[in-house]
């Protein structure tokens, strides 16, 4: 039975082409891509697609795609019901608390406000945290918004923590790690999975390597 | 404004509803049928149960379900009312109140519509119909083969190329915390993680967990324990305690009945199925079916969640969500546009011979639809459904 796999687009696009190439899949399509925006491995009855990281989780619940290549933020962001399989150990970064120096978030007494563009994940934190504080849907640039007043802190993914030192903030508190994530959907395991076996376990040969 | 047409809420639809039209409706009117058929053939009662029930219902004892994904409103007395998101819990409570005197085992069967509220946008649905049986009164050694077959009975009657009917022992999970101090909520943090077979948390998690590496390993294991009855000789291997055994071995035996009964090829097991619904206490089963992109059955059995006469009373039940295998059904042509379906025109001065003609077909089983036409002297009959 056939499979098919939808791919994050950016980010992640280059380090899961290059895992296929070395667990012996063909994306040399992927690599060479155009305007394509479906794939076929010449090798094997595999179908490769590159969306957008939400759009994958998407593809994958309703079983358009049996499997997926999301990051964990996404993931963590969405509300999705997939098995999350393996942990492919790249794209590797972190969800952090961050605030100008003078503002303590965990100390202030009053109103806290967090800008963010990953609600749910700030939700949740804050919530742990026996804390009631108002999240601020932002889509881009978060780190101006405390900087302009907009927002106390801010809930953000880091890599190296260049752009918030740049800007003056400082991290408080350090979230969850985040890394490329595997997903399947539920009944394609079942329903294909000496398929869905043998991909896992090139792929977990490789990353294991 | 939308390209210069006006849309106003008249006429659009709430989240996550569909309007089922033409043949869709006769795809789900036929497979609700051959579904009801088959639970009728053994021998189980139809239930009625009314859409709207108290918020306390399903939120007393067992929470299932967030109390975000039910429908919730008041009646005029401020009491809270949800739109049912599940029918074993009314069946239950049918079954402490109605039928409180009756000999047990009962067996009652359902067709009935379901509401959850889903994430917007998502594309799922919001509402729709569950076929489901419930057999309450007797243990699961007893009960769980005919439950099961009966399942397979009605994956097979979809007509899908391939199903699998999955089955699982939340026994196999609960046993394995018997001798663990483990408080509930570290429990279900990873029940969850097993459930979705997420292993890189699951193993962080387990980490961090004051337990034997044996535990550690066996819980490490869970998630890939599925496929066929050779997971359960695997499973074996690992099994700790006297718990866990007697579940594999009951999955065996049931194994080798299935097997007996011809449905060896479409059983499959996942012993690290742990449902979130938190009433099942047993063997729980899901379906799944070729194209079908979600579960299209769920089950299980409840042993805690009816009580009667003060004492739990045994129970195991199923449903299939029928709506999502509308998509993947061809429609028989011969379902809509059969040998008996006609088309009788007429004009104004025999309209009443016409309505007379027409009923006598129907009597004989013909499907007669009547339609008006001017300057046409005789009565005229067009066979077929298309106009």
């Not at chain 1, 394609?188 to 869905?196: A, P, T, V």
């Not at chain 2, 379906?287 to 059995?301: K, S």
């Amino acid at each position: 039975m056939s499979i098919s796999i939808a791919l994050t687009k950016g980010r992640l696009e280059e380090e899961t082409i290059k895992i296929l190439d070395k667990a012996n899949f063909d994306p040399s399509e992927l690599k060479d891509k155009g305007r394509k925006l479906v794939f076929k491995d010449k090798t094997q009855d595999i179908k490769y697609f590159l969306v957008k990281a939400a759009d994958s989780i998407t593809y994958v619940e309703h079983g358009v795609a049996d499997l997926g290549v999301v990051g964990k933020d996404t993931i963590l962001e969405s509300d999705n019901n997939c098995y999350e399989v393996l942990d492919l150990g790249f794209g590797k970064c972190g969800f952090i608390v961050a605030s100008l120096p003078e503002i303590d978030i965990f100390k202030k007494v009053g109103h806290v406000k967090i800008g963010t563009k990953y609600p749910k994940v700030a939700k949740n934190y804050f919530k742990n945290k026996g804390m009631d504080v108002e999240v601020i849907k932002i889509e881009g640039s978060v780190e101006l918004a405390p900087i302009l007043g907009l927002c106390d802190g801010i809930v953000d993914i880091m890599e190296t923590g260049t752009t918030l030192k740049e800007n003056g903030l400082v991290v408080l508190d350090r979230i969850c790690e985040i890394s490329a994530r595997l997903i399947v959907n539920k009944a394609s395991f079942k329903m294909k999975q000496n398929e869905i076996w043998e991909f896992i376990d090139r792929i977990k040969e490789v990353i294991n390597n | 404004m939308i390209g210069g047409v006006k849309m106003n809420k008249k006429n659009m639809l709430p989240e996550g509803t569909r309007d089922l039209i033409l043949d869709e409706c006769v795809i789900k009117r036929a497979l609700e049928r051959d579904i009801d058929e088959i639970f009728e053939k053994w021998g189980y009662k139809e239930v009625i149960t009314p859409t709207l029930e108290f918020y306390e219902t399903f939120n007393y004892n067992s929470q299932t379900l967030r109390e975000e994904d039910m429908y919730k409103f008041f009646d005029n007395r401020g009491r809270i009312l949800v739109l049912r998101p599940d029918m074993t819990i009314p069946i239950a409570r049918v079954v402490e109140t109605k039928l409180k005197d009756a000999k047990f085992p009962i067996k009652l069967r359902y067709t009935s519509n379901v509401f959850r509220v889903h994430e917007s946008l998502g594309g799922k649905r919001n509402e729709y119909t569950d076929c489901g049986v419930e057999l309450i009164g007797i243990e699961d050694k007893k009960s769980d083969l005919e439950v099961l077959v009966l399942a397979l009975e009605a994956l097979k009657k979809l007509g899908l190329n391939d199903f699998k009917l999955e089955i699982g022992n939340i026994g196999f999970f609960n046993g394995a915390f018997k001798n663990l101090d483990i408080d509930q909520e570290c429990r279900e943090v990873i029940a969850q993680f097993i459930e979705d077979k997420n292993l890189k948390s699951l193993d962080d998690y387990l980490e961090e967990l004051d337990i034997k590496e044996d535990y550690k390993k066996f819980f490490n294991k869970l998630p890939w324990m599925f496929g066929d009855k050779k997971v359960l000789e695997d499973a074996k291997k690992l099994a700790f305690n006297d718990e866990i055994k007697e579940n594999l071995e009951y999955l065996e035996v049931l194994y080798s009945q299935l097997e007996a009964l011809g449905y060896g090829e479409n059983v499959t097991f996942d012993l690290g199925m742990v449902p979130r619904l938190n009433y099942y206490t047993g063997m729980i089963f899901r379906g799944y079916g070729e194209g079908v992109g979600n579960t299209l059955l769920r089950g299980g059995r409840y042993d805690s969640l009816i009580k009667a006469s003060n004492a739990h009373v045994p129970a195991i039940g199923f449903s299939i969500d029928i709506n999502s295998v509308i998509p993947n059904v061809q429609l028989n042509k011969n379902l809509n546009e059969g040998e008996n379906v006609y088309k009788m025109y007429y004009s104004e001065k025999n309209r009443i011979e016409a309505i007379k003609k027409s009923e006598e077909l129907r009597s004989q089983g013909y499907i007669v639809e009547l339609l008006p036409k001017e300057n046409i002297q005789e009565i005229k009959m067009v066979k077929g459904g298309e106009r």
